[in-house]
């Protein structure tokens, strides 16, 4: 047998050819999934905490205090240690309804008035959810609740 005929029906290395093939396309997959479950996560977080500031506004809400309002919500939430920075961190608008624009607006953080007793608030939060897949588009969790104070 010559040797371009044993090349031909040598089947060693063929397992590892193969690996190579799916290996990528697995990773790609694996990755992607991972980084929808932690924007899922976010989302889910980012909604009880605001939930749970209309069941039970914080005195930090109550007081206008939006600092102490952010670090308190950011205690509450996945990914933390993000949750504070200026450009990637949480943005939270509180509002009077009445005030509240009719069509949809984006959150951009600029607006916290919390009215006084009895009036009805809108709250709105938003934030990026942290990015480990360069080839999926940016994900952000964002919602609201409306409370009376």
Request: aromatic share 8%; with cysteine; hydrophobic share 50%.
């Amino acid at each position: 047998m010559t040797q371009a005929a044993r090349l031909l029906h040598c089947r060693s290395g063929a397992a590892a050819v193969e690996f190579a093939l799916i290996a990528f396309p697995l990773v790609m997959l694996v990755l992607g999934m991972l980084q929808f479950v932690i924007y899922c996560y976010l989302q889910q977080t980012v909604s009880d905490a605001l939930y749970q500031t209309a069941s039970d506004p914080e005195p930090e809400i109550l007081a206008q205090d939006k600092p102490g309002y952010v670090a308190k919500f950011c205690a509450r939430i996945a990914f933390s240690q993000s949750c504070l920075s200026p450009t990637t961190g949480i943005k939270i608008e509180a509002m009077k309804l009445a005030n509240a624009p009719t069509a949809s607006t984006a959150i951009t953080g600029n607006t916290f008035d919390t009215g006084a007793g009895q009036d009805v608030i809108l709250l709105r939060a938003t934030m990026k959810a942290p990015k480990i897949m360069p080839l999926i588009p940016e994900l952000v969790a964002q919602d609201s609740v409306v409370f009376r104070r």
